[in-house]
């Protein structure tokens, strides 16, 4: 064999930070001797893996084939080196979640999976939509669980659950004994809302069809919990996913209204790309979150 997994590992590294130096650093090597397996790489194979821009690195046409298939590669020796070390079937999983998901559903499956799989070790990313596909487009996690819709031919996106938002207000707020709301009622609101980028303000857009030019939005915000929080003080009514609302429901300090003429439905699904390796552990996850589809 004329190239080694050494040279692979030092060639994705690469292709994930897009400099020498940094690659080097991470792999606890020399730039030199990061630079010399790289060399050799494409020297044995008479090919260039990059394009050089200053001192960044950026993949070219010959290295972006090459990503996946040596990913996928380096993965499977992973994977063999673990059983053979622990002789366990499960080893590292790198998790992507958006935020509804990752604070109210993901955890619990994470928790499950390590009760099957006590030595695994499991890594969760959560941040919103567009960030974890980006990250599971580049390899850097194994499978992700978003809200967003997206369209890319390199992944694979397959519906998971079913999900609503809800619109609410504060027990306070005058439009508690308003409900079921109007277009008009909803036009003369403040909202809070998540930012743009998340699956929850895009099912959020796609609901207000029409209507979205007369919306007045007082804040927009990443996380959930602050969302909740403004809405509680008063600031404005807003709109998340029924998973995150059921228990300030019950509690009673934030109250569901009513929008029957607006389809709040939508999809969760869950993500990987086509070309990523599916390991033992991975496919163990996928068969976990199959059984907790609704």
Same mark, same amino acid.
């Given at each position: 064999?004329?190239?080694?997994?050494?040279?692979?590992?030092?060639?994705?590294?690469?292709?994930?930070?897009?400099?020498?130096?940094?690659?080097?650093?991470?792999?606890?090597?020399?730039? *030199?001797?990061?630079?010399?397996?790289?060399?050799?790489?494409?020297?044995?194979?008479?090919?260039?893996?990059?394009?050089?821009?200053?001192?960044?690195?950026?993949?070219?046409?010959?290295?972006?084939?090459?990503?996946?298939?040596?990913? *996928?590669?380096?993965?499977?020796?992973?994977? $063999?080196?673990?059983?053979?070390?622990? &002789?366990?079937?499960?080893? &590292?999983?790198?998790?992507?979640?958006?935020?509804?998901?990752?604070?109210?559903?993901?955890?619990?499956?994470?928790?499950?999976?390590?009760?099957?799989?006590?030595?695994?070790?499991?890594?969760?990313?959560?941040?919103?939509? &567009?960030? $974890?596909?980006?990250?599971? #487009?580049?390899?850097?996690?194994?499978?992700?669980?978003?809200?967003?819709?997206?369209?890319?031919? @390199?992944?694979? $996106?397959?519906?998971?659950?079913?999900?609503?938002?809800?619109?609410?207000?504060?027990?306070? &707020?005058?439009?508690?004994?308003?409900?079921?709301?109007?277009?008009?009622?909803?036009?003369?609101?403040?909202?809070?809302?998540? @930012?743009?980028?998340?699956?929850? #303000?895009?099912?959020?857009?796609?609901?207000?069809?029409?209507?979205?030019?007369?919306?007045?939005?007082?804040?927009?915000?990443?996380?959930?919990?602050?969302?909740?929080?403004?809405?509680?003080?008063?600031?404005?009514?807003?709109?998340?996913?029924?998973?995150?609302?059921?228990?300030?429901?019950?509690?009673?300090?934030?109250?569901?209204?009513?929008?029957?003429?607006?389809?709040?439905?939508?999809?969760? !699904?869950?993500?990987?790309?086509?070309?990523? !390796? #599916?390991?033992?552990?991975?496919?163990?996850?996928?068969?976990?979150?199959?059984?907790?589809?609704?």
């Amino acid at each position: 064999m004329r190239y080694t997994l050494r040279q692979l590992e030092v060639f994705l590294t690469i292709a994930r930070c897009g400099n020498l130096t940094q690659a080097a650093n991470q792999l606890a090597m020399s730039q *030199s001797a990061a630079s010399s397996a790289l060399k050799d790489l494409e020297t044995q194979f008479d090919l260039q893996l990059f394009d050089r821009i200053g001192r960044r690195l950026q993949l070219n046409e010959q290295g972006k084939a090459l990503q996946p298939k040596a990913q *996928s590669l380096l993965e499977q020796a992973e994977e $063999i080196e673990r059983m053979l070390l622990s &002789h366990d079937d499960a080893g &590292h999983l790198a998790v992507g979640a958006t935020l509804s998901i990752g604070n109210y559903l993901a955890v619990g499956l994470v928790a499950q999976y390590k009760s099957r799989y006590p030595k695994a070790d499991v890594r969760l990313e959560v941040n919103n939509t &567009h960030h $974890i596909v980006e990250q599971i #487009r580049r390899f850097e996690l194994d499978v992700g669980l978003i809200e967003g819709e997206i369209n890319d031919s @390199e992944l694979d $996106i397959q519906p998971w659950r079913s999900d609503e938002l809800v619109v609410f207000c504060s027990p306070e &707020h005058p439009l508690v004994d308003q409900a079921p709301l109007t277009d008009e009622q909803l036009a003369d609101a403040n909202w809070i809302l998540r @930012e743009s980028g998340s699956g929850t #303000r895009q099912a959020f857009d796609r609901a207000m069809h029409g209507l979205l030019p007369d919306l007045s939005i007082a804040m927009e915000l990443q996380h959930t919990e602050a969302i909740k929080r403004a809405v509680e003080a008063g600031l404005g009514i807003g709109c998340l996913s029924r998973i995150t609302l059921e228990d300030a429901f019950r509690r009673g300090r934030l109250i569901p209204l009513s929008v029957p003429q607006r389809d709040f439905r939508r999809s969760l !699904y869950c993500v990987l790309h086509k070309q990523k !390796y #599916r390991s033992t552990g991975l496919e163990a996850w996928l068969a976990l979150c199959e059984e907790l589809t609704d």
